[in-house]
DNA sequence: GCCACTGTTAGCAT
DNA sequence: CATGCTAACAGTGG
């Protein structure tokens, strides 16, 4: 279910409504959500939420005392207010009650696929769950995104959904800013000129961008903390359209699997080959330095 | 009933 | 480093 901007309109909508409450009771209705022993769930009692906080795809929620519970919400995972005696819905995997407050968030999960981990530590962002990923799009200049686009083999496609690489993407928004982008799923990224490798990285701030704005994409299950769908699919050119009239040149939305995920392109607006005089070859923009070489040369991490 | 499909990603083989 | 396949699980739609 949620990318980058349903985790963010999801972070939004519970620091609205969950911060400075403090927490009665949790309880774990389904224990394998949880990495990590049920009983440290415990340690939560009596404490207040002080915020909530995004990386990539991962939704943190963090009390007081430095403890702090990271949800990858996978496909379907939710959260939803209700009331406290309400029934609970057979998919609902948590449950978080509040003093003084008749109602209650739960965390719901249908396919069982969401993760959840609570770390204690100052520097939750640190972490070694998060350790792995890549930049954060919204975060990072378009020069340096472009620059590591540019470094690498791989597919379009599979590197935009690659979260070490860059962090939140993933299926609808990946082929929304290759569309944006003017650029075919199977280009490898070594192949792009510098221009190309810029628009790019352009065209994924701003499609993330406009889609916070519109509060994420609502094609199925998705909603906020607050029951709020999404519009941003209204806005969608290639997603989910297959066969239907390019928004831009009317011929059919193409659709084939990349990298085992279905993806979305026009094949005219987005050729495999460059045509025209833009973008051909490894030029580089006119009094700008090259995104390739002279660059520092990588240190490996241990 | 069967099959294909779904917004994710870890693990493993090649 | 890249790619392909499987699995985790449940529901929907043809």
């Given at each position: ?133 890549g930049p954060?799009p919204?975060?990072t200049p378009a020069p340096d995104l472009a620059r590591r686009l540019v470094r690498r083999n791989g597919r379009l496609?599979?590197l935009l959904?690659?979260?070490?690489f860059l ?10 800013s290759l569309f944006a982008a003017g650029l075919h799923p199977l280009r490898a990224a070594s192949s792009l000129s510098d221009d190309e490798a810029l628009r790019l990285a352009r065209a994924v701030q701003k ?62 607006c987005q050729p495999l080959r460059p045509s025209g005089a833009a973008g051909r070859g490894h030029g580089r923009t006119s009094g700008s330095a090259s995104l390739r070489g002279n660059g520092v040369r990588r240190?490996?991490?241990?």
């Open positions: 279910m949620p990318e980058l901007p349903e985790v963010e309109t999801i972070a939004r909508s519970l620091r609205r409504t969950a911060v400075g409450l403090r927490v009665e009771a949790v309880r774990l209705l389904w224990p394998k959500l949880l990495r990590g022993p049920a009983a440290g769930l415990r340690r939560l009692r009596g404490r207040r939420i002080v915020g909530v906080g995004r990386r990539g795809k991962m939704l943190l929620v963090s009390f007081e005392g430095d403890a702090h519970l990271l949800f990858h919400l996978k496909m379907t995972g939710r959260f939803h207010w209700m009331d406290r005696g309400a029934p609970v819905d057979r998919h609902t995997r948590l449950r978080i009650a509040f003093r003084d407050r008749a109602r209650e968030l739960r965390f719901s999960d249908v396919r069982k696929f969401a993760v959840l981990r609570l770390l204690d530590t100052p520097h939750p962002l640190e972490s070694p769950a998060l350790a792995g990923l954060e919204l975060a496609k599979s959904l690659n979260q070490a962090a939140g993407v993933g299926n609808i928004y990946a082929d929304e499609i993330l961008a406009a889609a916070v704005a519109a509060g994420g994409s609502t094609i199925r299950d998705y909603r906020d903390a607050e029951g709020m769908d999404g519009l941003f699919q209204r806005d969608h050119k290639v997603y989910g359209r297959r066969s239907e009239p390019c928004r831009v040149c009317g011929r059919p939305v193409e659709r084939r699997v990349i990298g085992g995920r279905s993806s979305f392109f026009c094949p005219i240190r490996r991490s241990n």
